[in-house]
């Protein structure tokens, strides 16, 4: 091959190379990108979990509260 | 005694037991009306009761459905 | 009529004036005990009633608190 | 520059290319991985909310049918 040849396909080598890191960090970019929003999304998943978890404690104690008025209704049933 | 001594005292009692025999039939009345008072009261105080019990009843049904809407939350917690 | 007759009738009425006399004397004594049932059984359903109106303000209490985590939860579905 | 020295950069530079690409591949698999996960845990959670839905309108009949029984008992308080 001549040298015109390589320095050719040098330069054409160069671009595609540089395309290609190109594309690398666009990809990195979006994989960055992603990872944080499923990271948010799984922090966000956790604290709304949290919210729920004293949401059933508290139906708990509420239905706690609603069986001993039963339990007092029931007593004055009885009882007379 | 003379006649007129024991007739007297004949009339002095006839009126005597007159006037017992009205209170007699006042006391009889005042007691039938209490009595039945005293009787609806109670028919009543049953009705009141049923309508109680019915009541209990259906808190019992309501505790019962809260407690199932509980335990779908806490499996809903506990599967994700 | 005779002494003798005037006598018998005297005998007759003072009998039947005891006799209704005591059985005045049960009558009131059995008006009485109604009065006292029917009084203390009054107080009773007062007390009972007193006692309903409690329960009753608690479970108002109660459905005002399952209130507040109804909106809780629907906050928490809407806000995420 | 000499044939050789030009031989010896073409080889370097396909070298490289051939890496970036590589990394390149593993970048699109591992974004395509994140995309799948982000998406199945935003099915995911759509479902865990439907279902929270269900448990909202069920718990918000449940407080209807309270509220109703506490009427019942204060009319029975208040119609005797």
Do not use: W, Y
């Not at 320095?7 to 944080?36: F, I, P, Y």
């Amino acid at each position: 091959e001549s040298a015109n040849e390589f320095q050719a396909q040098k330069v054409s080598l160069t671009h595609k190379l540089q395309d290609t890191e190109m594309r690398n960090q666009v990809l990195e970019a979006q994989l960055g990108d992603l990872e944080q929003r499923l990271e948010s999304s799984q922090l966000e998943r956790e604290a709304f979990r949290k919210s729920l978890r004293s949401l059933l404690e508290l139906l708990d104690s509420k239905i706690f509260e609603l069986t001993e008025l039963r339990d007092t209704l029931a007593k004055l049933l009885e009882g007379s």
